[in-house]
């Protein structure tokens, strides 16, 4: 055999076709198998994003869809977003968002940029965390965006409720210390006057019968009734104080809310005879009494202070509704006013402490967070829905003592 002898020369063209196929066969099945494996893979992917909740999106750079996950088509059925812009899709407008998360993601360093927007949702507006990461095709350029779109509007609601309690908790500790503090010289100057009313009776028997004796006598009465007066006022300012402290401890017992609405109507009697009798209208029917398990005086301070602010809203003219009710074990209480309402911005400050939209010298601003207080202790809920020029709805919801 010669040094320049081929395979064909030994074994014939026929072994080398069979064993040609041979090798064929095998890449083929190789392939297969390399093609399996990556179709699972893809299942696999495919089913992770799809289990993701958050709304997902593969964008090209000119800020069109080009995939979506499963959460996508069941937070926007029905649309075909293949093709469309994200600025049309997410927000129903022709030019780019501004800012844009896409356009600061390609600029950002890390390639990652994080933003809060408002999205139209079915009607209603949400608050999204949109985060946008810049993907890199096989030469380590960037080529495409993954959008993902996260709703945490319950969580900036309780995010906002945790932090008004939080507010609420601190001042309350501040104001408990200083309704102690306060309370101490008002016992004293409370005391004092008391004693000097009934020396000053002793010392009436000891002055001679005297025209001006009697008018300084007259006055002195009249100085030191004001003196217990404004005592006794500023012990119920005291009092509202410490019920943010949340350390009085008061005997519950069974109170109709019908009661309640009923006996401020007669307190506030002497300020409704000068207003138009029909400014109230009374809304308590049904079969069953609005009974709660509560404090009454608390709860009558809760009325006074909604009917005294929706009385304060609708001024000389205007007209308010009070309505009690049970519905599902629970006891529900409205007071809404055809005043002017308040604004967005204010609705949730309105139960902050010292927070108040009266004139200086009208309000101190302790009323609503006072009431917020009270409610949230007897184990209910106060929330107020308003719009400008319409007025305001404030309702209370409480648990039903069926028994």
Not at 69 to 91: Q, R, V
Not at 194 to 218: D, K, Q, W
């Amino acid at each position: 055999m010669t040094r320049n002898a081929k395979l064909a020369d030994i074994s014939g063209i026929e072994t080398v076709k069979l064993g040609f196929f041979k090798e064929v066969q095998r890449k083929i099945r190789e392939l297969e198998a390399s093609n399996q494996e990556l179709e699972q893979k893809r299942r696999d992917i495919q089913t992770i994003l799809d289990g993701i909740p958050d709304v997902m999106a593969v964008i090209s750079q000119d800020k069109k869809v080009l995939s979506v996950n499963k959460s996508f088509d069941d937070t926007y059925p029905g649309l075909a977003p293949a093709g469309l812009t994200c600025h049309k899709i997410f927000k129903g407008q022709d030019a780019p968002c501004s800012p844009c998360s896409i356009d600061l993601a390609m600029e950002s360093p890390t390639r990652v940029s994080r933003s809060l927007q408002i999205l139209n949702r079915n009607g209603e507006n949400r608050q999204i965390e949109c985060t946008a990461s810049v993907m890199c095709g096989s030469e380590n350029k960037p080529d495409r965006i993954l959008l993902l779109q996260r709703d945490v509007t319950l969580e900036k609601q309780f995010q906002a409720k945790y932090f008004l309690a939080e507010r609420m908790a601190t001042v309350g500790v501040l104001a408990e210390g200083v309704a102690h503090e306060i309370n101490n010289p008002l016992t004293s100057i409370s005391g004092f006057a008391e004693t000097l009313v009934l020396r000053l009776e002793s010392l009436e028997a000891l002055i001679p019968e005297s025209e001006n004796a009697s008018a300084i006598i007259e006055d002195a009465h009249e100085f030191l009734d004001t003196i217990l007066k404004e005592c006794s006022r500023c012990s119920d300012i005291v009092q509202n104080l410490l019920t943010f402290g949340h350390r009085e401890i008061k005997r519950l017992t069974t109170v109709n809310l019908n009661d309640v609405v009923a006996n401020c109507l007669k307190l506030l009697g002497p300020r409704l005879s000068r207003l138009s009798r029909d400014i109230i209208t009374l809304e308590m029917g049904g079969e069953d009494e609005p009974m709660v398990l509560g404090h009454p005086g608390e709860l009558m301070q809760v009325m006074l202070n909604l009917v005294g602010n929706a009385l304060y809203a609708v001024r000389t003219s205007g007209t308010i509704r009070i309505r009690t009710g049970v519905k599902d074990n629970l006891v529900i209480l409205e007071v809404a006013d055809t005043g002017d309402g308040i604004p967005p911005e204010l609705i949730n400050k309105l139960f902050e402490p010292f927070f108040t939209t009266k004139p200086p010298g009208q309000g101190i601003g302790i009323g609503l967070s006072t009431c917020y207080n009270i409610i949230r202790k007897h184990g209910g809920e106060i929330s107020v829905e308003s719009k400008p020029g319409k007025g305001a709805l404030f309702e209370i919801i409480l648990p039903y003592l069926s028994q």
